[in-house]
């Protein structure tokens, strides 16, 4: 059975709001495995970006057990969990999140760097995403779409064991998703990565080993019939 590299037992996270507290994840459980690639999918405003960030150590939960890579949440501190997002888990984020005055071409190569990585093949990265023209510009000059193909290439050149991604086809267009998807996931069962991806897409989801929906604060099998 494939290794086991996040557990996440009954997590618990809420908001203040003024006077008021609101819940957004009630006792939430996931296991994300090597080599697997888990949907979420969920309305909007059901908690699906604050997982992400539990996992990735943006931010704590109020209660629950959370272990990454077999150490518990609690233990790794804010140096621990900043290791781990430079050499382990790569965060990809709706905006892209490059870093605007590098060049992708550039931003590749640091995040690489970070990871301590001195050879990361960017540029067929960038080719077998179809852009490659764009390695010398700048984050502002590329489309969404491009930026996000970006994004994905600077998250597998630091060769990552897990890969938590926020609507990763979100800004590209039905035709570029489609030639963008399957190298996500041949990517990510070449390398035996752990994906969690949130999406609203369907069809990615079903992509997907496993398809999970978050409504009420907890995670439970998606029922496809009833969301087509």
């Known amino acids: 059975m494939n290794e086991v590299l996040i557990q996440a037992r009954n997590l618990c996270m809420s908001y203040r709001t003024g006077r008021e507290r609101i819940e957004v994840l009630r006792g939430l459980s996931l296991e994300l495995r090597r080599g697997e690639a888990v949907a979420i999918v969920g309305p909007s405003g059901s908690g699906k970006s604050t997982l992400l960030n539990l996992l990735n150590g943006l931010q704590r939960p109020d209660s629950g057990q959370l ?9 790794l501190g804010e140096d621990g969990w900043a290791e781990l997002r430079r050499t382990r888990i ?3 984020f709706q905006d892209g999140n ?18 301590g990585l001195g050879q990361h093949g960017g540029q067929a990265l960038l080719e077998r ?19 996000q193909r970006a ?43 752990a994906a969690l991806i949130v999406t609203h897409n369907a069809e990615l989801a079903r992509r997907c080993d496993r398809v999970l929906e978050l409504r009420q604060g907890a995670l439970s099998p998606w029922d496809s019939a009833l969301s087509s």
Do not use: H, K
């Open 98 to 115: 490059l870093i605007p005055t590098l060049t992708v071409a550039r931003n590749i190569a640091f995040r690489a760097g970070l990871a």
């Open 67 to 75: 272990r990454v890579f077999g150490r518990e949440q609690a233990d």
């Open 129 to 147: 995403l179809d852009i490659a023209a764009t390695a010398q510009r700048y984050p502002d000059q590329l489309s969404g779409g491009q930026r």
């Open 90 to 92: 790569a965060t990809l």
């Open 151 to 193: 994004a994905l290439a600077c998250a597998f050149a630091m060769q990552p064991q897990v890969i938590l991604a926020d609507e990763p086809t979100g800004s590209l267009d039905q035709a570029t998703a489609q030639r963008v998807a399957p190298l996500f996931f041949d990517a990510i069962r070449e390398r035996a990565v």
